[in-house]
């Protein structure tokens, strides 16, 4: 049984037919969201080339529109999956003040922080993401 194959994983702000992208409900990162392949694959090697690159570019559409909504001090990106070995990009904004910083989001807290998060954010992230996504054409 796998979590990201048996659950969406997040709010819902993106999908083609190969991958996701979603909203993770982290009241100490707003804007963590997380790009899902959608069939259950291990690592980035499983997949052709013309896959990876794909799933690439949508992180980085995704790392863009967190960049643009929200303005972090830096952005993290991680895929790790040692607990889920289900293929999924974390996009992680990090500012100088959060719980964690410099230190991963997973390690020893820093510090007590809370973060204000953006009213509109998950309607915003999609937006951006979507016009990213399927850009006009004109």
């Not at 052709?48 to 643009?68: G, I, K, N, T, Y």
Request: proline fraction near 8%; include cysteine; charge should be negative.
């Amino acid at each position: 049984m796998c979590e990201l194959c048996e659950n969406v994983g997040g709010t819902p702000l993106w999908q083609d037919a190969l991958c996701r992208v979603v909203l993770v409900e982290d009241r100490d990162y707003p804007g963590f969201c997380r790009v899902i392949w959608m069939n259950h694959v291990k690592e980035m090697t499983d997949l052709p080339v013309v896959e990876r690159r794909h799933l690439m570019d949508v992180v980085f559409v995704v790392e863009s529109a967190v960049r643009q909504m929200l303005q972090p001090d830096k952005i993290n990106l991680a895929s790790l999956g040692n607990l889920t070995p289900h293929l999924h990009w974390h996009v992680i904004p990090r500012w100088r003040g959060d719980r964690h910083f410099p230190s991963p989001i997973w390690g020893e807290m820093q510090r007590d922080a809370q973060p204000a998060t953006p009213e509109n954010l998950a309607e915003g992230l999609r937006t951006v993401i979507h016009e990213a996504m399927h850009p006009a054409s004109g």
